[in-house]
């Protein structure tokens, strides 16, 4: 299926979306955090070139909150999981990767 996948870095002290970076991620519906992530950075990485496949990254929500658990649940992230608690399409999904380091300082 397909979403949206974007980025966000440390801007004035809080991870700040970057504009125009958002681009569409095709994944299985039973995508866990590591496969959407191992995905999206090495698609970002191609279309990007200051964005460095030798830096840990995180995946994020849209606020910013970093993305281990299905939203309110304990079970597993899933794409899927995900699509059902938002209950929009999955062209309307958007998550975002940041670098770890960004996203401890933020």
């Not at 304990?74 to 999955?90: G, I």
Request: charged fraction near 20%.
């Amino acid at each position: 299926m397909q979403f949206q996948i974007g980025r966000m870095h440390l801007c004035c002290g809080r991870l700040m979306k970057i504009r125009g970076t958002n681009i569409m991620l095709t994944v299985e519906p039973s995508a866990t955090t590591d496969n959407i992530l191992s995905a999206a950075v090495n698609k970002l990485s191609m279309l990007d070139r200051e964005m460095s496949t030798d830096v840990s990254y995180v995946l994020l929500f849209p606020d910013g909150t970093k993305v281990d658990r299905a939203p309110g649940s304990t079970e597993q992230f899933t794409l899927l999981a995900y699509k059902q608690f938002t209950s929009r399409p999955y062209q309307k999904l958007a998550l975002f990767v940041c670098t770890e380091n960004d996203y401890k300082e933020g």
